[in-house]
């Protein structure tokens, strides 16, 4: 069974520009969730996705945004990059609560 | 509020046990799960634990929990070198119409010397 698919692996990006990182979740799972990684703040939950309807937000401002299509993929994408969106964002996906698999994220460079 | 704490590191001497604690504030946890972090990875599941259990047993993994102190705990028997990792805590809370988000600590850093 293939894993939680996030492309692409690492992305460096210029200040004000936008973009869009992609999650392919485990064959069968209906729900994804995102989640941005930082040394300073640790996990922060971005939002969740299930069966293509938002069922989820964490308490990000509106420049992070997400869907998730008919096939269960699902795309972030954030508009007018700042330094602080430098992060590794992860994607999970999940059948039902047992358990989360992981994707090996995306790392975005703003610079 | 939401809120999991973990201490930052541990550090063992390999063939010992680790017990990685972890505490959160939220009573409504439906589940808390162990998950471990290798260097330029993500994450992967280590275990978890419905928040009505007080324990679990998983080969040398061994969960413990103390609902009414909300403490959880994860006691690594016999540690390898290859278990130097970062471990996050997470709980997941169930809200209103059945949605879910997991709320983590900032993982522990376990270093295993030889």
């Known amino acids: 069974k293939a894993g939680v698919t996030q492309t692409p692996r690492y992305l460096i990006k210029t200040r004000g520009q936008q973009v869009t990182l992609s999650c392919s979740p485990i064959?069968?799972?209906?729900?994804v969730s995102w989640y941005q990684q930082t040394p300073g703040q640790g996990l922060q939950f971005l939002f969740e996705?299930?069966?293509?309807?938002?069922?989820n937000k964490g308490n990000f401002p509106g420049r992070f945004s997400g869907r998730q299509f008919s096939n269960s993929r699902s795309e972030m994408n954030v508009s007018t990059l700042e330094l602080g969106d430098s992060a590794l964002y992860l994607c999970?996906?999940?059948?039902?609560?047992?358990?989360?698999?992981f994707g090996s994220g995306t790392r975005l460079t703003v610079v | 509020g939401e809120d999991v704490e973990q201490s930052l590191f541990l550090s063992v001497r390999e063939g010992d046990s680790s017990v990685i604690n972890c505490t959160y504030t939220?009573?409504?946890?439906?589940?808390l799960y162990w998950y471990k972090q290798e260097p330029g990875a993500g994450l992967q599941l280590l275990t978890y634990?419905?928040?009505n259990m007080d324990m679990k047993q998983d080969q040398r993994l061994t969960v413990l929990l103390n609902k009414k102190d909300k403490h959880l705990s994860l006691r690594i028997a016999d540690t390898q070198t290859g278990d130097s990792a970062i471990y996050f805590c997470?709980?997941?809370?169930?809200?209103?119409?059945?949605?879910?988000?997991?709320?983590w600590g900032l993982g522990t850093s376990l270093a295993v010397n030889p």
């Open positions: 939220d009573s409504s946890s439906t589940y």
């Open positions: 999970a996906s999940s059948w039902d609560s047992y358990g989360y698999t």
């Open positions: 064959s069968g799972h209906r729900s």
């Open positions: 634990i419905f928040s």
């Open positions: 997470a709980e997941c809370l169930l809200g209103a119409g059945n949605n879910r988000k997991l709320i």
């Open positions: 996705y299930f069966s293509e309807t938002q069922r």
